[in-house]
């Protein structure tokens, strides 16, 4: 065998650098050049994001990422959504109502104004070709540097004692498969899932160093930039990520009762007198982001207004604005939920495009490393 491509350089401290704080402003800075190229530029990109569907989203994915990719569409840049069907299946037992997930997702990203003529949405399981992919990106990777990503480690953790698949080791490399198979060099991304676009990096140059065309200067794939978010991630009602697992979340989708009640739950602290401190006051500075978010005005302003109205003043306000601004979205969602059978045609439609893509990809790897026959 020839030298092993991961000897140059080593791959596993870029992972872990990835998050560090140089590097971490370096991609926030990126994102901000990035953007002045979209705003005059934007048909130079290809976005390809995707979510896990183990239950509703909820507003953490919205102002996190969702809310960026309806603006990246908007803008006209070429979009691309997919439903992680595999990936749910990384840490757990079975894939739960999964058709009902992945159509309940179909409604949330359409119900915000992903539109269909306009962006593909589809999943992992429905596009073959995507998915063959991870077998030659798979011998690009060690398993040491599998260990070592960060996200991986703590997802683990997040899992118990539960011992990790195979799945859960390589989905990093699965995930590369999602971005390198529609050639997307735009990922809007949380800060949590920037070693994976490190390592869909590191495959790509990988493969290209050792299949790649005669001509450097036109690679098979793209190098994937992150765009960060600009806003602040929320956090769930207990002042923890926001996620599902937690029962912490607000859902895009819930009603305005449910909203009110999960509000009304949320930690706050001792204080009566409300004042905008993220990093003294997390959770009362959490809710006041939210309704910032939700266009209740900037932060120190909501903070102001309640003053001396305490932990049930806040919220009254945060439930007023999360659902103000959620109202259409919902009224909107409920429709869509109601007709099932477009849901299924909007998936299918887009299955059918993402296919079409993945089987063009596939080829140019077959070719570049000589399988044609
Ligand atoms: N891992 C992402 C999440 O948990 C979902 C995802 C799968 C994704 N494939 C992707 C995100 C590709 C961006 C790019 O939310």
Aim: glycine fraction near 8%; aromatic fraction near 4%.
């Amino acid at each position: 065998m020839s030298t092993p491509a991961m000897s140059e350089g080593d791959a596993g401290n870029d992972l872990e650098s990835s998050l560090s704080g140089a590097s971490l402003r370096r991609t926030e800075e990126r994102s901000a050049e990035i953007e002045a190229e979209i705003a005059t530029n934007p048909e130079r990109f290809r976005m390809l994001s995707g979510d896990r569907p183990t239950g509703n989203l909820h507003i953490g994915h919205y102002f996190g990422s969702l809310e960026n990719r309806v603006r990246l569409q908007n803008a006209g840049v070429e979009t691309l959504n997919l439903i992680a069907d595999y990936q749910v299946i990384a840490d757990r037992d079975g894939t739960g109502p999964i058709r009902e997930r992945a159509l309940s997702m179909v409604a949330d990203y359409l119900s915000i104004g992903l539109d269909p003529v306009k962006t593909i949405i589809f999943a992992h399981s429905a596009t073959p070709a995507l998915n063959q992919l991870m077998l030659p990106f798979l011998s690009l990777v060690t398993e040491a540097e599998l260990r070592r990503n960060p996200t991986v480690k703590s997802e683990l953790a997040a899992t118990g004692d539960r011992p990790m698949s195979g799945l859960l080791l390589t989905y990093p490399v699965h995930q590369a498969a999602d971005i390198l198979f529609c050639k997307a060099n735009l990922v809007p991304v949380g800060k949590d899932q920037l070693p994976h676009l490190e390592q869909t990096r590191v495959i790509a140059r990988r493969f290209d160093e050792r299949y790649g065309r005669a001509d450097a200067s036109r690679p098979v794939f793209p190098a994937a930039e992150a765009l960060l978010s600009s806003g602040a991630l929320i956090l769930g009602m207990d002042g923890e990520k926001m996620s599902k697992s937690r029962g912490n979340t607000i859902e895009i989708g819930m009603d305005a009762a449910t909203t009110a009640k999960v509000i009304k739950r949320a930690v706050t602290d001792s204080d009566r007198h409300i004042t905008f401190d993220p990093d003294n006051r997390p959770e009362v500075s959490n809710l006041i982001m939210l309704a910032s978010l939700c266009g209740a005005g900037d932060p120190e302003t909501i903070a102001e207004e309640i003053g001396d109205g305490g932990g049930g003043g806040l919220k009254r306000l945060v439930t007023e604005a999360v659902n103000e601004r959620f109202a259409s979205i919902r009224a909107t969602r409920a429709e869509l939920v109601a007709d099932p059978g477009y849901l299924q045609t909007v998936l299918r439609d887009g299955n059918a495009r993402a296919n079409a893509i993945a089987e063009a990809t596939l080829d140019d790897v077959r070719t570049a490393m000589g399988m044609v026959y």
